[in-house]
C-alpha cells in the first residue's frame, strides 16, 4: 500500500483500462457499505450508461478514491451518484479536499447551475461533508434517500 503525500494536489481522473481495475478494489469500512453501492457495480454500470462519468481520485500518484457523476436525463440536472475514500486514507481530510475539486470539473462543464447529491439519512459523515461542501439539504428522494443540492455562482 502506497501512502499518500498528503499535501499532493488532490486530481480527478477519469477511469481507464489502466485504473479502472485498482478502483474496483477501493472498499469502504463494514459499517459503511450499506450506504453505497460497490466500485465495481458502479464501473458494470457505466458501461451501460454512457453518460455516467467514473473517475478515480488521486492525491499526488496514490488512488485514494472514486466518484462518478453525470447530468440526469430525467431531471437535466447534474448529479454525484458516488463519492467515497478506501477506508484505509480516511479521517485524513481527502474526501473534504477532494469534493471542491470534484465541484469545480462538474462546474467547468457547460449548462451548469446546480449540482445534485443524495445520500443515506443514516450516514452523517457524508451529511457532514456535503455541508461543509456547501451543499443544503432537500427533501427525501422517491428512492429513499435524503437530497442535496449546491448552487453555483458563476
Given at each position: 500500500m502506497t501512502?499518500?503525500?498528503?499535501?499532493?494536489?488532490?486530481?480527478?481522473?477519469p477511469l481507464d483500462a489502466d485504473n479502472w481495475e485498482e478502483a474496483a478494489k477501493l472498499?469502504?469500512?463494514?459499517?459503511?457499505?450499506?450506504?453505497?453501492?460497490?466500485?465495481l457495480a458502479s464501473i458494470a454500470e457505466s458501461r451501460f450508461h454512457p453518460e455516467l462519468q467514473p473517475c478515480a481520485i488521486y492525491s499526488g500518484e496514490t488512488m485514494v478514491g472514486f466518484t462518478m457523476y453525470a447530468r440526469n436525463p430525467n431531471d437535466d440536472q447534474y448529479w454525484?451518484?458516488?463519492?467515497m475514500i478506501d477506508q484505509r486514507y480516511q479521517r485524513r481530510g481527502l474526501g473534504l479536499r477532494a469534493m471542491p475539486v470534484l465541484i469545480e470539473r462538474i462546474g467547468n462543464l457547460p449548462n451548469v447551475p446546480e449540482i445534485n447529491i443524495?445520500?443515506?439519512?443514516?450516514?452523517?459523515p457524508a451529511r457532514q461533508l456535503y455541508r461543509r461542501a456547501g451543499f443544503v439539504e432537500?427533501?427525501?428522494?422517491?428512492?429513499?434517500?435524503?437530497?442535496?443540492?449546491?448552487?453555483?455562482?458563476?
Open positions: 501512502e499518500p503525500d498528503l499535501d499532493a494536489p488532490i486530481r480527478i481522473v472498499t469502504l469500512r463494514e459499517d459503511q457499505v450499506e450506504f453505497i453501492a460497490s466500485n454525484i451518484y458516488r463519492f443524495s445520500y443515506d439519512d443514516h450516514n452523517e432537500g427533501d427525501i428522494a422517491p428512492w429513499g434517500e435524503r437530497t442535496a443540492k449546491l448552487i453555483l455562482e458563476h
